[in-house]
Nanobody, 120 residues
Framework: QVQLVESGGGLVQAGGSLRLSCAAS????????MGWFRQAPEKEREFVAR??????YYVDAVKGRFTISRDNAENTVYLRMNSLKPEDTAVYYC???????????????WGQGTQVTVSS
């Protein structure tokens, strides 16, 4: 049974930082494209970042502020978020896909999400 468990969310002031973690189990982690998505209140879920064998990719809104990384030995993917803005407030989800790409439907497995709230 595949499980993705996010942690590290919380309340932070604008300009602050958080690091999200996503621990995976039940899958051959190193073979998966791992992504982070977010869903703000009353908005659709959107792609944030992903990492696989070919590199790291980000949505324009977070480039230069967020960094995705992974530790295949620990089956964990991270999202370091710096210079946070109120518009980054959302539930953040990690997801796993055997396909490359940022399309939500490509992702087979999802975590339960972790809340990030950025106050102004």
């Amino acid at each position: 049974q595949v499980q993705l468990v996010e942690s590290g969310g919380g309340l932070v002031q604008a300009g602050g930082s958080l690091r999200l973690s996503c621990a995976a189990s039940g899958l051959t982690f190193s073979t998966y494209n791992m992504g982070w998505f977010r869903q703000a209140p009353e908005k659709e879920r959107e792609f944030v970042a992903r990492i696989n064998w070919s590199g790291k990719y980000y949505v324009d809104a977070v480039k230069g502020r967020f960094t995705i990384s992974r530790d295949n030995a620990e089956n964990t993917v991270y999202l370091r978020m710096n210079s946070l803005k109120p518009e980054d407030t959302a539930v953040y989800y990690c997801a796993a896909s055997l396909r490359g790409g940022s399309v939500e439907s490509y992702y087979n497995y999802w975590g339960q999400g972790t809340q990030v709230t950025v106050s102004s």
